[in-house]
């Protein structure tokens, strides 16, 4: 079966820094380009980041350029989003997915940014 | 940025009858490779999204038959032959033909009369 777990979620201050995993399972990583998304409380869907294949090539969004980071470890089937500056606006469900050949979305982890 | 504009924002529907959503982009979604880049979404209630079609037309393994995807250019829709309850959510369009950014639409919340 395959399968995206996201884990590393919860409450931060704002200013504050978390980092957020996804483990793979099922499908061969290391060939699959990788996205995160993002859904605030009650809103829509919005892409957050997108990294390739190998890690060489990442892509962000403009509301998080400079402050997110997103990187992976294929020899162990890891994605990571590293967040820094967290902002309240930044609040919200975190998923990881693929949406080329095949897609697959994990259960997302919340993050909240809250004093 | 490729901007979607979906209609309707809700949609109310009686059991075994059909529904339609229109998704409308700000330029066309035609990729320099020929290919359209237009997928749809469904988020049930409580659950992550699920890629029902994807280039405009074709279907996600496991998909039922009655989801289909039609249009070209800028204007796309999203038809469900005959509405069950397990369909009701909030269906999104997404846009790949010219990222980044991928871009959704806003959404259309779907529910059973």
């Known amino acids: 079966e395959e399968k995206l777990v996201e884990s590393g979620g919860g409450l931060v201050q704002p200013g504050g820094s978390q980092t957020i995993s996804c483990a793979a399972s099922g499908f061969i990583f290391r060939n699959s380009e990788m996205n995160w998304f993002r859904q605030a409380p009650g809103k829509g869907l919005e892409w957050v980041s997108y990294?390739?294949?190998?890690?060489?090539?990442?892509y962000y969004a403009d509301s998080v350029r400079g402050r997110f980071t997103t990187s992976r470890d294929n020899a162990n089937n890891l994605l990571y989003l590293q967040m820094t500056s967290l902002r309240g606006e930044d609040t919200g469900i975190y998923f990881c997915?693929?949406?080329?050949?095949?897609?697959?979305w994990g259960q997302g982890t919340p993050v909240t940014v809250s004093s | 940025d490729v901007v979607l504009t979906q209609s309707p924002l809700s949609l109310s529907v009686t059991p075994g009858q059909p529904a339609s959503i229109s998704c409308r982009s700000s330029?066309?979604?035609?990729?320099?490779?020929?290919?359209?880049?237009l997928n749809w979404f469904q988020q049930r209630p409580g659950q992550s999204p699920r890629r029902l079609i994807y280039?405009?037309?074709n279907r996600d393994s496991g998909v039922p038959d009655r989801f289909n995807g039609s249009g070209s250019g800028t204007d796309f829709t999203l038809k469900i032959g005959r509405v069950e309850t397990d369909d009701v959510g909030v269906y999104y369009c997404m846009q790949d033909a010219h990222w980044p950014p991928l871009t959704f639409g806003g959404g259309t919340k779907v529910d059973i009369k």
């Open positions: 997915a693929r949406i080329t050949s095949r897609s697959n």
């Open positions: 280039k405009v037309s």
């Open positions: 330029q066309s979604l035609v990729h320099s490779d020929g290919n359209t880049y």
């Open positions: 990294i390739s294949s190998s890690g060489n090539v990442m």
